[in-house]
């Protein structure tokens, strides 16, 4: 294998790592912030409107939808929808250039 090869495979896992630290991140916030508000939704308005699961519900979404990018399970935007994209891209700039 190259060293340019090795170098880029080395920056990928890289990115990969820390798309998982911030995902990690995300969801100890998560279990920190939600419960928090929960109590606090418990206290103002004894749940007489459940304010809480507006937040719980967005947040939730959005972290699950970061954990399927930072494993690569994500089937909006995976590996098949970069590779055409990255395909469709260089077909452009190779009829921008054949001008």
Partial sequence: MK????????????????????????????CIVIPFLVWLNWKTTSFAFPWVIFPAIGWGFGLIMKGMAAYGNNPLWGKRWEERKIREFMAADDNRSSF
């Fill in 3 to 30: 060293t340019q090869e090795k170098h880029q495979q080395f920056q990928r896992a890289k990115q990969r790592v820390e798309a998982i630290k911030c995902f990690y991140g995300s969801l100890l916030s998560y």
